[in-house]
């Protein structure tokens, strides 16, 4: 055959497979919005233009003693007063809360909120970037805030999620993202919130490989780091930007912490090992393991995002609430920890239930509720904005029946840095329907 003709029937045949995989994907994609009844998609709520004063319920600031028939007053998405006796201005907008609670915002450490939506249709999932090595992708840049997880998620509570990259060794950079507004800038809280690693499994043959090109990532970002510093000083000639190094520089200035997903204790063991020689910041994203080597995280001030603490135990010797009872541990061990649900968007509404878990098997409380609160925004640097109820901090709250790790209590609104959500989502939207068709039916009869 002439070479010309195979190459063109090769052509051929690679576009012809890449035509049919895309046709299948719309397809497959057209199926789901056609089959599955769908919800309309929220309207984000208004910027706050009014004082709004809550009156009268029990408001747990989580910053000191809990406040009986309390007013929390805030203006402008901040809180401007808090207390038993507040002057509320004139033209303030007032809400009776009495026999209610006021909580802070809960926080999903750990989520890809807005950069996946449907898990059997690729091209609505950009969690993964091409290569092994992007520390210099943003989350926020690929967040899609019409995403109908998220009202979802804001309905349970959570009104910031963590928005996490995910594949190679270097993933990217997570944001924090607020779970109200019309496009990505307004609804990143904070950007940059860690750098993701994701340590090699010591199990695979090709574990020390992956950590040479994780050191020597390093090891290029900080000599670019120094060349570019001589260029700006006059020292040396120009230096061309390199993005993905660029990103790295806040991480060696120890504005930017480094997270490594590990589990296992070796992962951990050599992740902070790895961490003290290239002088980073650590936090630990997993952490099944963490309870067997708290003595070195507690001595090393390192502090765990613990995930998925509803789920089985990872070896057959171990007991069945080995995963509960994990927070409990890290607690008692005086281990810094915060507690996430799995990654997955469509599930981040049941983060509420991961710490009611963890208060089930020995985690007291008051400590299951700041693993959602006050604990992840310390981590992550977050705790100027949100995690407690204090004056100049936003206005991003829950007024509740009762504690939001307990299974019964219903979150009945929520404000978002002041905005006021009308509390409609699409599992609300499906309740009401079918509601209705039940009640049509029992008119029937």
């Not at 098997?361 to 310390?378: E, I, N, Q, V």
Request: proline share 4%; hydrophobic share 40%; charged share 20%.
């Amino acid at each position: 055959m002439n070479p010309r003709t195979d190459m063109i029937n090769r052509l051929n045949i690679k576009t012809y497979e890449t035509m049919k995989n895309l046709l299948l994907t719309c397809t497959l994609f057209a199926f789901v919005m056609i089959a599955v009844p769908q919800a309309d998609a929220q309207t984000p709520a208004p910027k706050q233009s009014e004082p709004i004063a809550l009156v009268g319920g029990t408001i747990h600031t989580l910053a000191g003693d809990v406040i009986e028939n309390g007013t929390i007053l805030f203006e402008d998405g901040k809180i401007t007063a808090i207390g038993s006796n507040v002057n509320i201005p004139s033209g303030t907008r007032q809400q009776n809360v009495s026999g209610k609670h006021i909580y802070p915002g809960l926080i999903d450490s750990y989520s890809q909120m807005g950069i996946t939506e449907i898990g059997a249709v690729n091209m609505t999932s950009d969690v993964n970037e091409q290569g092994i090595i992007n520390p210099n992708v943003l989350a926020e840049r690929a967040f899609h805030p019409a995403s109908r997880h998220i009202p979802i998620a804001r309905s349970a509570g959570i009104l910031t999620v963590i928005t996490t990259p995910g594949g190679g060794l270097i993933s990217g950079q997570s944001s924090a993202m607020k779970t109200d507004g019309w496009a990505w800038d307004e609804m990143t809280l904070k950007s940059s919130t860690g750098l993701i690693v994701n340590w090699p499994f010591p199990s695979r043959s090709d574990y020390e490989d992956n950590i040479q090109t994780l050191r020597d990532a390093f090891a290029d970002a900080r000599s670019y780091m120094k060349a570019r510093q001589a260029m700006r000083s006059g020292q040396a000639q120009r230096h061309d930007t390199d993005s993905r190094w660029e990103a790295m520089i806040p991480v060696f200035e120890g504005n930017v912490p480094v997270v490594v997903s590990a589990n296992e204790v070796r992962q951990i063991q050599d992740a902070i090992t790895w961490a003290e020689e290239e002088g980073v910041r650590l936090i630990i994203l997993g952490g099944s393991d963490a309870h067997l080597v708290t003595d070195h995280l507690r001595s090393k001030n390192i502090p765990v995002i613990i995930t998925s603490v509803q789920t089985s135990s990872n070896r057959d010797w171990e007991s069945y609430d080995a995963r509960y009872s994990l927070p409990a541990k890290l607690h008692e061990a005086g281990v810094t920890f915060a507690i996430a649900g799995g990654s997955s968007a469509a599930y981040a509404h049941r983060l509420p239930y991961e710490a009611g878990t963890a208060a089930a098997f020995g985690l007291d409380a008051d400590t299951a509720l700041r693993s959602l609160t006050t604990y992840p925004a310390a981590i992550l640097g977050l705790d100027d904005y949100v995690g407690t109820l204090e004056v100049g901090k936003d206005a991003s709250l829950l007024i509740t029946t009762g504690n939001p790790i307990e299974y019964s209590t219903q979150i009945e609104q929520v404000y978002v840095q002041g905005r006021e959500s009308d509390m409609m989502d699409a599992h609300r939207q499906f309740y009401e329907l079918y509601r209705e068709k039940l009640d049509q039916r029992n008119a029937e009869r």
